[in-house]
């Protein structure tokens, strides 16, 4: 019986979906299921992930979106369509072109042993000694700044909220994603939120920040320019929602 579900949001993924990853992957860890969500791709993706499914049928379904929805909604429907089954304990997503190694799973798994309070555990792109973080010095410089901005205005006390690296308990992850997320963008803060709001006084019990041993960007963002000028505006609406 597996007991914990990955999402992997997929949009234009032909050209960089590592199969043999999550295959070397899987086969060690028979105790977690992936589900590969098609959100429209414009490319051959689902021809992949159809291939890639037939390969380890117990450990790989594939959920085919017609249309472009955005990664948290892509991620939402696969939530959806798995919190139901009783046969998984945990539900989490990570980043088609694993930027954060599959490795990096059982990490957070092991911070809900013992620790029955505890409903989400994800990753951090904290810079330390031991690890090795790869990412575009702007990018970096910028994501400290906005980050500052959503610890003041949201009052979430967390360095890194956009790390595509998150495990939920099954029960917080169908509360979560119940309902539709207001921006495409944005869902992970909106995830937090929507814990802290559920959680109150008790939120910081409930969230474990984990720093990642390795980080590579893949330097193909999807998020252009103009909708980084839109994020200050979108963080506003995320407060008066969840103040």
């Not at 050209?15 to 990853?21: C, F, G, H, S």
Request: net charge positive.
């Amino acid at each position: 019986m597996q007991e914990t579900c990955i999402i992997i949001p997929c949009y234009d993924e032909a050209a960089r979906l590592d199969q043999e990853a999550f295959l070397h992957f899987s086969m060690g860890n028979p105790h977690i299921f992936f589900c590969f969500v098609n959100d429209g791709s414009k490319d051959n993706t689902m021809d992949i992930l159809r291939e890639l499914a037939l390969k380890n049928e117990q450990q790989f379904q594939v959920l085919d979106l017609k249309t472009n929805s955005g990664k948290g909604e892509a991620v939402r429907q696969g939530m959806l369509k798995n919190a139901v089954s009783s046969s998984f304990q945990f539900m989490g997503y990570f980043d088609a072109d694993l930027a954060t190694p599959l490795e990096e799973i059982p990490k957070l798994l092991s911070y809900f042993a013992n620790n029955p309070s505890l409903e989400i555990a994800f990753g951090s792109r904290k810079k330390t000694k031991q690890n090795s973080i790869r990412r575009n010095i702007f990018r970096h410089n910028f994501g400290r700044i906005y980050a500052g901005f959503v610890t003041s205005v949201l009052r979430l006390p967390i360095y890194d909220t956009q790390c595509g690296a998150k495990i939920l308990t099954t029960k917080t992850a169908a509360n979560v994603f119940q309902k539709p997320f207001l921006d495409r963008w944005l869902f992970d803060l909106e995830v937090f939120c929507r814990i802290k709001k559920e959680k109150g006084s008790l939120f910081r019990q409930s969230i474990r920040e984990v720093v990642v041993e390795t980080w590579t960007e893949t330097g193909d963002s999807r998020i252009t320019f103009f909708d980084i000028l839109k994020l200050p505006y979108k963080t506003l609406k995320l407060f008066f929602r969840y103040r």
